[in-house]
């Protein structure tokens, strides 16, 4: 199989795993047609758009397409993927590939660990989103009801293949959104010098840059450094939450009309208003990261949200301790705190100030 780039090993409590980097999607399939006792849950748009390409693999194993809806990852997708798994007489030997972004990872990684107390699974993400975040870690989550992932589990891979020729076709929407998780990360842990080259890089050549292979890269390996010290988010892992408190707030009160990413981004500008607010951060480079995220993260929803309806959309989130939520603020590019912070009229005020004055978020 040729290489695009050399693989990536991760350290994980449920066994070691690499993520590898086939150069076309031929080295892809050929990788996938050896993974021995197969069935696939696939992408139904996306087996669509590469049928000729999967054509030995779709042709060969069973197959289960699904549409990538937040509707479909629920208890009822993952039924759905259960009752596959028995049709398809799967055994305790059997492997599952997945194929397609995170919605679908959740679905695929979901059934296979609870199906016959777990069965190895392979996945080949095909979002930005997928190859740049959720496609090492083990996490998982299914929505219920109208909130976000709160049913989830921490199930390795037992492997993961990037091929970004996926990328071709991907919407520029969903490249955008891949990005919100890219800055979060650039932002998360280490070199501040991360976030001024992704800013750099995106500010005079857009998305679909050069650069964009060596930022799902580095973004991995900043997830990389965090997983391999707290893989169950017992406390460091926490931090991977940066932006996602109210991002998961503001996509379910508009219904996901948002995509993932961009909540993410404006969850971050958020985050990062309310350490300004803290005395955290400081001013210059929460200006500095607000303007790159104003110009490339805006976006138009159907109706405004207000404060009161933001802080109550966060009070299901799973950082909920004690009636207080761990709020991951920034500190400066590359480093993060998670300070618990009081529902009180403090933060609401707060919040509202953001939103009458910074939102990128109409």
Known sequence: MTISQPFLPIKSGQGDYQVDFPATLADLTGALLAVPRAVVVADRHLAGLYADALAPLLSTRPVLLLDATEEVKTPAGVVRAWEFFQQADATKQTAVIVIGGGIIQDIGQFAAHNYYRGLRWHYVPTTLLGMADSCIGAKCGINLGAFKNQLGVFHSPARVLICLKFLDTLADTEVRSGYGEILKLLLTRGDPGLFAGLRDEVNARGFRNPRLAEFIRQSLEVKKGVIEEDEYERDLRRILNYGHTFGHALEAITHHAIPHGMAVAWGVDLANYLSLRAGL??????????????????????????????????????????????????????????????????????????????????
């Open 281 to 362: 951060l400081p001013e210059r480079d929460f200006h500095e990261i607000h303007a790159f995220i104003a110009a490339h993260w805006g976006w138009r929803l159907p109706h405004p949200v207000g404060a009161e309806e933001l802080v109550a959309g966060t009070q299901r989130d799973k950082k909920i301790v004690d009636g207080r939520i761990n709020l991951i603020l920034c500190e400066r590019p590359g480093a993060l705190r998670i300070v618990p912070r009081s529902y009180d009229a403090g933060l609401l005020e707060d919040v509202d100030g953001y939103l009458k004055n910074y939102n990128v978020i109409g």
